[in-house]
């Protein structure tokens, strides 16, 4: 059974860091994808090929699986939110000093 959590409408710092994380994984994780996908298609012919090519590739994968990733991805980001707040509230809740005074 997999439980997902609603961290849409939490607005705290700690929640919408975490929420930029998991979208930034899953971006790399769909860069990887479109790369891949791009790795694919012939360019052969008067227009294809060459550095500038490569380049363009390359920023147009990137930009595309970070557009991917912030409208909702595959939900690789929305499955890592309750791991990653869990993992923070432990690290918290294990910390001796959390909330103690440094002197």
């Given at each position: 059974?997999?439980?997902?959590?609603?961290?849409?409408?939490?607005?705290?710092?700690?929640v919408?860091?975490?929420r930029?994380?998991?979208?930034?994984?899953?971006g790399?994780?769909?860069?990887?994808?479109v790369?891949?996908?791009?790795?694919?298609?012939k360019?052969d012919?008067?227009?294809?090929g060459?550095?500038?090519?490569?380049?363009?590739?390359?920023?147009?994968?990137?930009?595309l699986?970070?557009?991917?990733?912030k409208?909702?991805?595959?939900g690789?980001?929305?499955?890592?939110?309750?791991?990653l707040?869990?993992?923070?509230e432990?690290a918290?809740?294990?910390?001796?000093m959390n909330?103690?005074?440094?002197?």
């Amino acid at each position: 059974m997999m439980i997902t959590m609603n961290t849409t409408g939490d607005h705290t710092p700690a929640v919408q860091r975490a929420r930029q994380q998991a979208e930034e994984l899953e971006g790399v994780f769909l860069n990887t994808l479109v790369k891949e996908m791009f790795a694919g298609i012939k360019t052969d012919g008067a227009f294809g090929g060459g550095f500038g090519e490569e380049t363009w590739r390359s920023i147009q994968s990137e930009e595309l699986a970070n557009a991917m990733a912030k409208a909702g991805g595959l939900g690789i980001a929305d499955q890592m939110m309750g791991d990653l707040l869990a993992m923070q509230e432990a690290a918290q809740n294990n910390n001796p000093m959390n909330g103690a005074a440094i002197r």
